[in-house]
């Protein structure tokens, strides 16, 4: 891949949010971005595949991306009013680069994320874990798929009597069932347009003939 840290400098130095382009082409010169023929543990085809984690392993990419994402959500005047008490909180471990790195570049209070026990089990908080009645969170991840990380994420933080007051990823890729978070401020760096087929029978991939890889996340 090409060196992160000129890459880093070059960009930051154009501005302070990176572009479409700018998020793509890192996504692909570290191969968190892959074309071909995949399929999701739900049964769902696609032609593309991407993990954010893998980007951001390097640390100029993390904080290029995070960075920029503050920005985005400081712009918000009610956001920006709120920050020093504002909770960053994640629906899984992948987000919490995004967490961490927002929560530097914004200076808000404090970080923490759930986690499954394994794939049937519910989000839940680590032991001893309190949220505040009347706190107020912005909900981040790496990116915006199913959306059920999140929403799951949402109704928890909700029933212990927080405010989710923003939902803020690096990534934008949703599925013909993504849901939408109605009037919630939305934050994204990159929308990514996938091709989605619902099954094999139903995938232009397969017909084809294209080799398929599963993909477990
Ligand atoms: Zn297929």
């Not at 000129?6 to 501005?15: D, Q």
Request: aromatic share 8%; glycine share 4%; charged share 20%.
């Amino acid at each position: 891949m090409a060196d992160a840290v000129s890459l880093y400098n070059k960009i930051a130095h154009m501005h302070l949010v990176p572009t479409q382009d700018e998020v793509v082409r890192v996504l692909r010169e570290t191969d968190a971005l892959r074309d071909g023929h995949f399929e999701y543990p739900s049964g769902l085809h696609s032609n593309e595949y991407l993990q954010v984690p893998i980007a951001m392993r390097y640390y100029q990419h993390q904080r290029m991306l995070t960075v920029g994402l503050s920005r985005l959500l400081r712009s918000h005047p009610e956001i920006r009013a709120i920050i020093p008490q504002l909770s960053i909180v994640a629906p899984a471990t992948a987000g919490l680069p995004v967490a961490y790195g927002l929560c530097e570049a914004l200076r808000a209070n404090q970080v923490y994320w759930a986690e499954r026990e394994d794939r049937s089990q519910p989000l839940q908080f680590r032991q001893y874990l309190e949220t505040r009645s009347g706190e107020q969170v912005i909900l981040v991840d790496d990116i915006l798929r199913s959306g059920k990380n999140l929403q799951e994420m949402k109704a928890l933080l909700e029933s212990r009597g927080a405010t989710v007051v923003a939902v803020a990823v690096v990534i934008y890729q949703p599925t013909p069932e993504t849901p939408s978070f109605g009037s919630l401020p939305f934050y994204y760096l990159a929308k990514l347009e996938a091709s989605y087929y619902a099954d094999a029978a139903n995938c232009e991939l397969c017909r084809k003939g294209l080799a398929c890889e599963k993909v477990r996340i």
